[in-house]
C-alpha cells in the first residue's frame, strides 16, 4: 500500500471537516474524488500529503507513520497539485518545471544534466516543451496548470495529488491531462488521486471513485458501483441516469432539469 489513512479526522476551530476517513491508495490506481462543494475533497488532499496537519487517526506512507517523516522526505514521495497556482516572480515555465527537482537536492545543490532530463521529459509528457522559455506569468490559467503538473513529475513521486486538474483546460486538454495520468499509473505504478468535478471524466478515466458528503466517504468502488442515481440524488441533490455513451462505451452521468 503507497498510503493508507485510518479513522481519519480533521477539524478546524474546532469545526469538523473530515469525519472518520479510511481511504487506501495502492500502485497502479487512479482514484477519482468526486462530491458536490464544499464536501472536504480538498482538505483531504492537503491533509493526507501532510500540508495541513493536526488531524488525528492514522496516516501511514509507503507502511511507515507520515508523521514520522520529514518535509523534504515526504515531498520526495508524494507530489501535490493545488487548484490555484500563484507565481509572484518572472520564472520561465522551464525553471518552474525544474523546482520539483529540489526535494532530491541538497541546499544549494545545482541541477545536473540528469536533473534538467527529468525535467524534459516531464514536459514533453505534459506537451509543454514548446512554453519552455515563457514567462510562467505570461501564460494562460491551461498552460500553467500543465506546467505546474510538470513540475510534480519532476518530483518523481510515487503518489501523485491532484485538486481539479482539469479546472482551467478546455476540453481537448482534459482527455489528454487525464489520459496522460491514466497512463502513468497504468504504466509506471504511480498511485494517483485526483479531486474531479466532471462526473463523467471521472468515470472514464479512474479506475476508482471516492464519493465525499459533508466530510465523510459517502462511497467507494468502481465506477458503476459508485455512481447510482440515488448516490447522485442524495449527494449532489440532482436527478440523474447512468448510461453507457453509445459512441465512447464509457459510463456517463445524463442530468435532468
Known amino acids: 500500500m503507497l498510503l493508507q489513512a485510518s479513522n481519519l479526522h480533521y477539524a478546524i476551530e474546532k469545526t469538523p471537516i473530515l469525519t472518520d476517513i479510511h481511504l487506501g491508495l495502492r500502485a497502479g490506481e487512479f482514484v477519482g474524488l468526486i462530491g458536490a462543494n464544499g464536501g472536504g475533497k480538498t482538505t483531504l488532499l492537503k ?21 514520522s517523516y520529514s518535509t523534504r522526505e515526504i515531498a520526495q ?29 541538497r541546499r544549494f545543490d545545482m541541477e545536473s544534466a540528469h536533473d534538467r532530463a527529468i525535467a524534459d521529459r516531464a514536459m514533453q509528457i505534459t506537451q509543454t516543451t514548446h512554453l519552455t522559455h515563457r514567462l510562467i506569468h505570461t501564460l494562460s490559467g491551461g498552460e500553467q496548470q500543465r506546467v505546474v503538473i510538470a513540475r510534480a513529475l519532476t518530483q518523481e513521486p510515487r503518489v501523485l495529488l491532484l485538486d481539479e486538474p482539469t479546472s482551467n483546460l478546455d476540453i481537448k486538454h482534459q482527455m489528454g491531462v487525464l489520459s496522460m495520468v491514466q497512463s502513468l499509473a497504468r504504466d509506471s505504478g504511480l498511485g494517483v488521486i485526483a479531486a474531479i468535478h466532471d462526473l463523467g471524466l471521472a468515470a472514464r478515466f479512474c479506475t476508482r471513485l471516492v464519493m465525499m458528503s459533508r466530510g465523510r466517504i459517502a462511497a467507494d468502488g468502481t465506477p458503476e458501483e459508485v455512481l447510482t442515481p440515488e448516490r447522485l440524488a442524495q449527494v449532489f441533490e440532482i436527478d440523474a441516469q447512468i448510461y453507457r455513451d453509445p459512441f465512447s462505451g464509457h459510463l456517463a452521468v445524463s442530468v435532468q432539469g
Open 47 to 67: 491533509v493526507i500529503s501532510g500540508l495541513w496537519p493536526g488531524a488525528t487517526g492514522e496516516i501511514d506512507l509507503l507502511d511507515r507513520p507520515l508523521r
Open 77 to 105: 514521495i508524494v507530489a501535490h497539485v493545488p487548484q490555484s497556482i500563484h507565481v509572484d516572480f518572472a520564472f520561465s515555465a522551464r525553471e518552474v518545471v525544474l523546482m520539483g527537482r529540489s526535494p532530491h537536492l
